[in-house]
């Protein structure tokens, strides 16, 4: 299976733009590159997914790179309630089970 | 329209017990999936189940671990004879088909002592 590959944190002041990336060169064109996030004692929440297309939703953005070998999830304007686990996930079209990494762990701070 | 519910939230048994962990999926969901969360590492898949049927439990530890999702009432996750290494956050996540966002619960945190 593919495999992705996060930075282990961020930080991002409360207000301003966060752009996590997430290189996946392995993956393969029935991929979908999906984010989930995990907030404090909490489970998993969908945030976006994508398969070639930019894509936007009421929560973020996610930018895919033109060879798809990368991308980034945008969240416009961080508050302190997006301080959580970001994964980035890929998941074939015909696929279920979803591969969560270690992700990356995002600290706002006021 | 209720998330995914999952009980109890909290759950500690003694080496050799046995737990079970519930998890009701939403409303319309007919696919569930179980996954298990070791400290301070991401979630693991376990086991995908659709009414009374089991689709994949590739992830499921061989021995001990069972499920199911009886045609009425809530997905259960069974662990028989619960040893130290059981401790986790188990999560149930449910969609209305295999290849839709999968919806979590808050988790069943287990502690065996």
């Known amino acids: 299976d593919a495999k992705t590959t996060q930075p282990n944190s961020m930080e991002s002041n409360e207000e301003e733009p966060v752009h996590l990336p997430c290189n996946h060169s392995t993956i393969s064109g029935t991929d979908y590159i999906h984010w989930y996030r995990q907030l404090p004692s909490q489970g998993p929440e969908y945030v976006i997914h994508?398969?070639?297309s930019n894509v936007n939703n009421r929560m973020a953005s996610l930018a895919i790179a033109e060879d798809r070998k990368s991308s980034t999830l945008i969240l416009h304007r961080a508050t302190l309630r997006d301080a959580a686990v970001y994964y980035c996930?890929?998941?074939?079209?015909?696929?279920?089970?979803?591969?969560f990494g270690k992700g990356t762990s995002l600290l706002v701070t006021p | 329209n209720a998330g995914v519910m999952q009980n109890p939230r909290h759950l500690v048994r003694r080496r050799g017990q046995e737990a079970r962990l519930r998890c009701s999926p939403m409303k319309g969901h007919s696919h569930v999936y179980w996954y298990r969360q070791l400290p301070e590492e991401g979630l693991k898949f376990m086991v995908y189940l659709q009414k009374e049927n089991i689709i994949d439990e590739s992830g499921m530890p061989k021995e001990r671990f069972s499920a199911e999702f009886p045609k009425e009432g809530p997905s259960i996750l069974r662990i028989q004879q619960v040893v130290r290494g059981d401790s986790a956050a188990y999560f149930c996540?449910?969609?209305?088909?295999?290849?839709?966002?999968?919806?979590f619960g808050p988790g069943t945190r287990l502690t065996v002592t």
């Open positions: 996540a449910s969609s209305p088909e295999d290849t839709y966002e999968q919806y």
């Open positions: 996930i890929l998941r074939k079209n015909s696929g279920y089970a979803l591969n």
């Open positions: 994508g398969l070639t």
